[in-house]
């Protein structure tokens, strides 16, 4: 099966610290999403990549298809940031992965105190 | 406003009561899916739809059913429910390729949320 790895699962911050939040995948994708869930369990869409970079705010997400990685970063990082973050692929069809179902990461509990 | 909405938010139920979660988007979404999440284990696919009249498996298919007749709506039906089935269960939507949009390049969009306790 095919899998995302994120990584770290768990990170604890100090405000204003520069936060990254990896992830990876198996085999070829056509979209990379990034999500992010707050505390009362609603989901939000932060990013949908399928190459290169985006930022809004204080956010960015990058994504290196060759090396099937994508990061996303928080600048200036706030207590009002502390989430899960989630990543989330769509494997290539034919390359293994599902007709065209989403395969998730486990998240990163991401803290940033005060 | 452009959402997602699901219902109910809190559902206790007993074993083998059927039971349906509703799903509605009113966005002309062509892409909707049911995923649960556990503890450890994340975010796990149970049914998609790419369109009217078709659903497909997803990994965790055991146990539910879909349907979908409208666009707007997807429901996810428990015939049997069962104390394994006790999760966080979300609704999502997008566009799907080619048609005003691509899921392949089109965020998702969720609902809120559905906590199910099956006793």
């Known amino acids: 099966k095919n899998e995302v790895e994120q990584s770290p699962q768990n990170l604890t911050a100090q405000e204003g610290e520069f936060i990254t939040i990896n992830c990876s995948y198996s085999v070829g994708i056509s979209a990379l999403h990034w999500l992010q869930q707050h505390p009362g369990g609603g989901i939000v869409s932060l990013f949908m990549?399928?190459?290169g970079k985006k930022k809004h705010g204080r956010l960015i997400a990058t994504i290196n298809i060759q090396e099937k990685h994508s990061s996303l970063h928080i600048t200036a990082s706030h207590p009002r940031d502390s989430a899960v973050y989630i990543c989330?692929?769509?494997?290539?069809?034919?390359?293994?992965?599902?007709?065209?179902?989403?395969?998730f990461g486990k998240g990163t509990h991401l803290i940033i105190q005060p | 406003e452009a959402q997602v909405t699901q219902n109910p938010r809190y559902l206790i139920t007993v074993t083998g009561k059927k039971l349906t979660v509703t799903c509605s988007q009113n966005m002309n979404h062509e892409y909707m899916s049911w995923y649960r999440q556990d503890p450890g284990l994340g975010l796990r696919q149970i049914y998609y739809s790419m369109n009217v009249e078709v659903t497909d498996k997803g990994d965790v298919p055991e146990g539910y059913k879909v349907s979908r007749k409208e666009k707007r709506n997807f429901p996810l039906i428990l015939e049997s429910p069962s104390p394994n089935q006790t999760s966080l269960y979300f609704c999502a939507s997008s566009f799907f390729p080619g048609t005003g949009g691509s899921s392949y390049n089109s965020p998702l969009h969720f609902g809120n949320g559905t906590r199910l306790t099956v006793t």
């Open positions: 989330a692929v769509r494997f290539l069809p034919y390359s293994g992965g599902g007709a065209d179902g989403l395969t």
């Open positions: 990549l399928s190459s």
